[in-house]
């Protein structure tokens, strides 16, 4: 079936649908590293600089002709500046960044899916920008060894489709992951450089908090110390970034006119709590704690079904029996029957 005729029936997607432009505005200053990551954020720009010189002057070109682009794996915990980087590293190269829609890449009829990864790859080499895949692993995750379900092939041939796009592809993607064991292996020798975004230490956080902070606009009082706020909470940039702003709204909220207040060493104290405290309650589960009211009745839940299940084992052995000694009683009648009949 055409791609028209199946875009008038099930509904088409364009390539804008499946990726979000964005006109960098940030840039490597914005964001604050490690030293080790800031190096090879570096490495990995020298290399898109140097792209013509390896290929084109140097000949490399004619004599490999596919991965001829540059792919970049950043690696690492959410928050600590992928998707920064990435906006930076297109910002240097003066090219557009395509963010990449899984939402609207995904399809539910067979095969629509692959079509859409490679379409976002031409229109990316069409537009010559950079491409970006944020929590990768949603699509490039391993591939099924056995196959037992129609959307395990369908993965499957998502994945083989991703790879072998990026083989062809010209231009710079950019792939961020917070969970870099779930990547497929093929991966690794398909992409260029692959770049581990670290938790930032006590340097580098005390930094992240004062880059946070308009220099002449955000009011602060005399006690706050951002270096005691660094050296207390080893947070990632993205956690600092939230427990300012909280900072800023409690400080709002306090009684006086706006004018005077001003947002203290207790306000980012608070802010970070807060912080901490919504991570734990993303982490609490129904099944974390065996020996806890909810633990305990899930585990009494579990074993009255096992002891239900052992019941309906029963009853279907019995059930079979009954019904064997029927038909054999019915065997025997029926032969008795038949001899009584001759």
Same mark, same amino acid.
């Given at each position: 079936m055409a791609d028209s005729i199946r875009d008038l029936l099930f509904g088409g997607v364009s390539s804008s649908q499946l990726m979000e432009a964005v006109e960098p505005r940030r840039t490597f200053d %914005? *964001? *604050?590293?490690?030293?080790?990551?800031?190096?090879?954020?570096?490495?990995?720009?020298?290399?898109?600089?140097?792209? #013509?010189?390896?290929?084109?002057?140097?000949?490399?070109?004619?004599?490999?002709?596919?991965?001829?682009?540059?792919?970049?794996?950043?690696?690492?915990?959410?928050?600590?500046?992928?998707?920064?980087?990435?906006?930076?590293?297109?910002?240097?190269? #003066?090219?557009?960044?395509?963010?990449?829609?899984?939402?609207?890449?995904?399809?539910?009829?067979?095969?629509?899916? =692959?079509?859409? *990864?490679?379409?976002?790859?031409?229109?990316?080499?069409?537009? %010559?920008? *950079?491409? /970006?895949? #944020?929590?990768? #692993?949603?699509? !490039?995750?391993?591939? /099924?060894?056995?196959?037992? =379900?129609?959307?395990?092939?369908? !993965?499957?041939?998502?994945?083989?489709?991703?790879?072998?796009e990026l083989e062809s592809f010209p231009g710079v993607v950019i792939f961020a992951t917070n969970l870099a064991a779930n990547i497929d292996p093929a991966f690794e020798r398909r992409i260029r450089t692959h770049i581990l975004f670290e938790m930032p230490e006590v340097d580098e956080r005390e930094r992240i908090w004062a880059v946070q902070i308009h220099a002449r606009k955000t009011p602060l009082a005399p006690d706050v110390d951002f270096r005691a706020l660094a050296a207390s909470y080893p947070r990632t940039g993205g956690d600092i970034k939230n427990a300012v702003l909280k900072a800023a709204q409690i400080a709002t909220v306090e009684p006086g006119p706006d004018s005077e207040k001003r947002i203290h060493q207790r306000h980012f104290i608070q802010g970070m709590a807060e912080v901490m405290a919504a991570e734990n309650v993303m982490s609490q589960s129904l099944f974390d704690e065996p020996g806890g009211p909810l633990g305990g009745a899930v585990g009494r839940l579990a074993e009255g079904q096992e002891e239900l299940r052992a019941v309906l084992r029963k009853t279907q052995i019995i059930a079979y029996l009954a019904v064997g000694a029927a038909l054999l009683a019915a065997g025997v009648l029926g032969v008795s029957l038949v001899r009584g009949l001759l």
């Open positions: %914005d *964001v *604050v590293l490690p030293a080790t990551t800031l190096r090879a954020l570096n490495h990995a720009l020298a290399l898109v600089r140097k792209h #013509d010189l390896i290929f084109e002057q140097w000949g490399l070109a004619e004599r490999h002709s596919s991965g001829l682009g540059l792919a970049f794996h950043f690696a690492g915990p959410p928050g600590t500046g992928k998707t920064i980087c990435a906006e930076a590293l297109a910002y240097a190269l #003066d090219k557009k960044l395509l963010v990449v829609r899984y939402s609207e890449l995904e399809s539910r009829w067979v095969g629509q899916t =692959a079509k859409h *990864v490679a379409a976002v790859f031409r229109s990316a080499a069409r537009e %010559d920008a *950079v491409l /970006f895949f #944020d929590e990768a #692993d949603a699509i !490039a995750s391993r591939r /099924f060894s056995s196959i037992t =379900a129609a959307y395990e092939r369908e !993965a499957n041939g998502v994945v083989n489709v991703l790879l072998h």
